[in-house]
């Protein structure tokens, strides 16, 4: 029988990636859609990453001294449209209570009734309503800095839904803070980019580069979006997480205003910045592989799952003891400061089948423990990065010892494969013949391939990026902070370039 | 100076006790009423109480089985038709989702745009959704019981709301779970019941009584309703929580079909369940007093506050060496299997009103160091749940060593007095005499009083209870489960009774 055929996710990445990304979703029993277009229902294993995610990110925002809050779903209309550039930019996307009652109709049917005097505006995104509340509760210099994050749902409402990556309701955080000066407040959107950078190759084994958006694709209502862009494996770009440096421009608009230490009135600066269940889709984009989903330790919801096998009912107590005895050693182990999470899996089905169901969702090792290990004392392993078919055997005890620095060298085989996976389809690039090629080339099939990350220098202008777009249907992700931003000539137009963006397709 | 008149709490709780409430919430800075009618700002103090409840009773909840998933905001209006009394009981109270787009009309202003074909309804609570997701998720009896909860938002438009006790949107979580057998869902709820119970003896130090709702006040939709009824020191009751079997009516408006180990086509049987937010506004009237917030030290954010006290620039480093040096010891301690909380307040303010700002939150123990108690090696202790003035001195070792005892001893002082308050305020009546005294009695300036928990006997019709609402404001809370509960005489209809029921005002 060959195992991987017949269980592994079909169509494979190669052969038809966004396919093989909802297999991947769906064999590994992360989420669904809804009924109701654009929302997804997540289940059990789907969360429980989300759970991990948060736990470890609201210990390092709380850690920096910001503290947590809840703002209403509810935004007036009047709020949004107090900065003239954000509710340009969410109007086409916001879900709108209108009544709140209903009734039934001479159909028998139900319908809203009792209108609003005021619509409702279900959340985009907080910065109106927290900007109104900042107002109340800033008046002096010392209530500054105003350091506060929310979990929550927002809802945009999305023409072209995909699981995890764009959905018309997601979860996310977002921080929301407001300073004395604009150096504090520019301050705090970059402290918390390198926040999420340090989480995101930590936590999720997830290189990323960071910088600044062109003006074209910033925040509606920000002076600077900064942004941190991850690549998977489709060589497609994901914006993974963003952080905003809003001026004055939600001061102004929601009269946030404070007595300064001389005793003059100013406005506050303010930042804001969030990450969503997305980093659930691109950690399966960046790390999944065609027999399914492949998670960091860090992150997995079980770290270690044992299955124990038995074929005649007598060799069952001695298998399960052992592999209780196991679980509770492991139990005691540490890894990433915490007890290393374990689940046995007694299921009486077919082995082959059990197995597959943790290799499609990405539990990080594997053992096998039945009446032969039972008898030789040694433990089968398997690890979930170095595919299906490689195992190793090892005394149970020499296991147990090597357990939590096995489960560091598999964060970081996973990290590395990422990293040159992101290394190997980066190009620096100084022709337009070149950049083209780049982006337009295709498959030994004939499908069009996305290329990766070019850096290439741009004129700056708006022009020369629609153009780019067009032709290449890229976007320029950011304008890095590293060595290579030095200043050049544009392949596009030939004017002068301030330095190398940072271009690709992305989702 | 008197500290106590110009800090504690205005009104006093038998002043106005639906004001000092309001201060008490104000003045621990917990929340505050939004723009948007109804819907309350969870400031940083009520948000981590949320957080601590969450962490505590989501352990408690994962620990028997559960697992936790996310669902759609929104809910397709057919699907609450499906189920005719669950539709009946929400539909007043619906909010409805009829555009996704906003667009500048004529006027200037934003204007909801883009109808939906389908209004969607904002999830007042989840069986409908969760319900259409069980019937595609169970086959055979091999997938039950089924047990899934959220954390989430919900919204119930809300005509009277009062901060945490009934707001327009609330934070919940909400348990669904379907089952083979009648026997194995009614198990469920009950069991659920005694969760719920217990986490609130324990964790919040609230007595409650809990029982069954009468079929007037049961959740539209369900077969039973399991309740717990706490008593506030206004002597009205707090519906705290709710448990709920089913039937089979969600799982038949749903096709929730599974083949039974017979091979037979059955309908599951279901349970939902549920605590929320008001759980805090709980918590506030039954632990504050004329000082504010009284916390129980396992859900306190903070459980020890220590105030450095100094008058000259030259004791500073002395004190703050001694202060920063025990806080580290404390943080070393356990106290509910968790590290002993603790802050230090280094703002150099007046210390009297520091000192008040922790009083007013809460928080279970103050401990203050100056110079003289730096020299003498003693710290100064005082215990919020024994009102402002009192204190203790103790050498810091001695101090150390008492701690983790000491949170215990203040919360059992906690639950005491909660309990011989509920014991005071229960009254077992059987005369009609007796009781429409005791619910309409008045104190010595001529105010209402609410009476307390009374048990009487009941003829089961909803004629008398109907009376008595009207008559009294009361209604039963619950028919419980206790040893009084034994056959008599209705004392209001002369009819029989089956046992005695609980009534009280309520919240």
Redesign the interface.
Known sequence: MNLRKEFAISPTRNEDFPEWYQQVVSAADLA?N???RG??????WG??L??RIQKELDQRIKATGH???????????E???REAEH?EGF??????????????GPDG????ASPLAE????RPTSET?IG??FSRWIQSYRDLPLL?NQW??V?R?EMRPRLFLRTT?F?WQEGHTAHATREEAKEEALFILKLYEEFMRAYLALPVITGEKPESERFPGADNTFTLEALVQDRKAVQVGTSHFLGQNFSKANNIRFLDSQGKMEFAWTSSWGVSTRLIGTLIMAHGDDNGLVLPPTVSPIQVVILPLFKKEEEKTKVLDVVNFLAEEIKKLSFAAEPIRVEIDKREIGGGVKSWEWIKKGVPLRIEIGSQEVSSGLITLKRRDKGVKEKEQLPAHVFLEKLPQLLSEIQEAIYSRAENFLKQNTRLIDTKEEFYEFFASKDSKGNELSGGFAYAHWDGSRETEEKLKEDLKITIRCIPWDPQNTPGICPFSGRPSKGRVLFAKAY
């Open positions: 669904e809804s009924e109701v929302c997804m229902i997540i289940k059990p969360y429980a989300w759970e503290k947590n809050v809840y703002f209403p779903l509810f935004i007036p209309l709020y949004l449209q509710v109007a086409k996307e916001c879900a709108v209570v209108t009544h709140h009652r209903l009734e039934k049917k139900l319908h809203p619509p409702l505006v279900i309503i109104a509340a506060i929550a749902n809802v409402w309701e979860l």
